[in-house]
């Protein structure tokens, strides 16, 4: 695992609540100031601190938020290991194939395709209410579909212990290395765009940024969960886009080509982000992991590309070619517009996606307005990323993972043959 060297370290003079306090109020009034205000970082501009020294969102926003229990908060003191792995046996896999039981003959249920491929809209479906086979269904149906807009849930006005529950169903919750959670529950992360002025387009000409969640982790996310609390009337939806559809559109040599090779994903910018804001970073340590660029979907059999998000070079590749290629991929799917959709948000909406199969970006088309938009995450872990079936079989969470030099060394004469790739025990 590499480790961040944070821009901001902790003295010890500041290692008590008050010294805190002090510190993030100096880095709020000193010239550094931030390109983009977050809406998942600590904003010292904005935000507070407590006099314990967590750090959380201003009494004016608290007072004027309608789900005050989701607010984010950010705890210095809380650190977190890894998340250990283990041999993830997607819910997808036990779903009625027909799904009959999510979607039962003459059922008061309403489903809407948003593109021919890729995207559905569900009413009559209240997810807090599903039985555990209901949700096995509705596993499969959203790896199928990619992303599914359900309206009308409840699941905002539900315990959040009460929406944990449902969301271990998929998997072990993801607790971010850095994002703001409610106090008690960093299994949640939250996403909290302040009203007011925006820092988002001072620097830059667009804030769409094409992500699959934490791909730096070793086994990031696959079915998940975003739900509006508030947000603007009109605007904020989130873009999405079929990586699926994106990989099956390219020609057989270059998917062939593209298939042989391996990304570095890290999460060190991320964390040092963080903690230049004056923010926080859970973790001890910085993933860093090595993924397959193009991704085989264990349930539906089919691969997708899979960058480029925290990506940060190709292995076997200098920079400048790696470069080449991830621009073109990043090019490639955010002006295939024949291969996204927006979806909207309404009261009670509930967002769920594949994260191995959809890209996504958050659109910021409503601000500046006098207005937040707020929302909460549920991130069921995923299997350990892979580029075939025969990898996924013979993986193993016993397995020692490949170091990033390890992986350096097996492409340093060109891409591996492919029964190298799929045996986890060949280059050691």
Not at 113 to 142: C, R
Not at 143 to 162: H, I, P, W
Not at 349 to 370: C, I, K, Y
Not at 395 to 422: F, K, M
Request: proline content about 6%; some cysteine; hydrophobic content about 35%.
């Amino acid at each position: 695992m590499a480790r961040v060297n944070p821009v901001y370290t902790l003295q010890p003079n500041e290692a008590t609540a008050a010294g805190r306090k002090k510190k993030f109020e100096g880095i709020a009034n000193s010239e550094y100031k931030t390109t983009s205000d977050s809406p998942t970082h600590f904003f010292p501009e904005n935000d507070s601190v407590r006099t314990d020294g967590v750090l959380t969102v201003s009494r004016e926003a608290k007072e004027a938020s309608l789900y005050p229990q989701w607010l984010p908060t950010w705890n210095p003191e809380l650190n977190f290991v890894d998340e250990p792995a283990f041999n993830h046996v997607d819910r997808g896999f036990f779903a009625d194939p027909e799904l009959r039981r999510l979607f039962p003959q003459n059922g008061k249920h309403d489903i809407k395709k948003l593109t021919p491929k890729f995207g559905s809209v569900v009413e009559g479906i209240q997810l807090s209410e599903l039985s555990n086979d209901q949700k096995d269904d509705l596993a499969l149906f959203v790896a199928q579909r990619g992303v599914v807009v359900f309206r009308d849930q409840n699941l905002k006005d539900k315990s959040l212990s009460e929406v944990k529950k449902f969301g271990q169903h998929f998997g072990p919750l993801h607790i971010h290395q850095t994002s703001g959670a409610p106090e008690g529950h960093p299994e949640f992360h939250i996403s909290y765009k302040r009203s007011g002025r925006t820092r988002s387009f001072e620097k830059k000409v667009s804030a769409m940024t094409w992500h699959s969640d934490v791909t730096y982790e070793l086994q990031p996310p696959g079915t998940t969960f975003f739900g509006i609390l508030e947000g603007p009337e009109s605007g904020g939806d989130t873009a999405f886009a079929d990586t699926i559809e994106a990989y099956e559109r390219l020609s057989p040599t270059f998917q062939n080509f593209l298939s042989g090779l391996r990304l570095i994903h890290s999460a060190k910018a991320q964390a040092e982000d963080s903690l230049a804001r004056g923010s926080i970073q859970r973790k001890k340590f910085t993933s860093e992991n090595v993924h397959p660029l193009v991704r085989y979907h264990p349930v539906l059999g089919k691969k997708s590309i899979f960058a480029k998000a925290f990506g940060t070079r190709i292995i076997g590749l200098k920079q400048e070619e790696s470069d080449l290629i991830l621009q073109f991929i990043e090019n490639h799917v955010a002006t295939a517009l024949d291969l996204q959709l927006r979806a909207s948000y309404e009261p009670g909406t509930v967002v769920a996606w594949d994260n191995r199969r959809a890209l996504h970006s958050a659109l910021f088309d409503f601000l500046p307005v006098d207005s937040v938009r707020h929302c909460f995450r549920i991130t069921p872990i995923a299997e350990r990323p892979v580029g075939s079936r025969e990898e996924y079989e013979n993986w193993s969470p016993s397995n020692e993972e490949r170091t990033v030099e390890e992986w350096e060394q097996l492409y340093q004469n060109g891409i591996p043959g492919s029964e190298i790739l799929a045996n986890p025990h060949s280059v050691k």
